[in-house]
C-alpha cells in the first residue's frame, strides 16, 4: 500500500487526520536529524499494526509531502 503524506513536525501531539483524501500527519518532533521521519516510521506501524520494518519512505525524505511504503504480510 502506498500512501502520499503531510507531515507536520514539532505539532502539540501525534494524530493522524483525513480531510477530503488527504492525510495529514502531526508528530511531536522536530524535523532535524531525521528525527521526525523515525517518529513517523513508528507511529504508522502502531496506527497500521505492522512491524517498523515494514514502512519504508520513499520519496520526500526532507520534505514534508511524502510518499510512503507499507508491506502487510
Do not use: W
Amino acid at each position: 500500500m502506498k500512501l502520499d503524506l503531510k507531515v507536520i513536525p514539532s505539532a502539540k501531539r501525534n494524530a493522524l487526520k483525513e480531510k477530503s483524501g488527504s492525510i495529514k500527519i502531526y508528530l511531536t518532533s522536530p524535523a532535524q536529524d531525521g528525527r521526525a521521519n523515525k517518529a513517523l516510521i513508528e507511529f504508522l506501524a502502531d496506527h497500521f499494526k505492522v512491524a517498523k520494518s515494514q514502512i519504508e519512505i520513499t520519496k520526500g525524505l526532507r520534505s514534508c509531502h511524502k510518499t510512503v511504503s507499507i508491506l502487510k504480510i
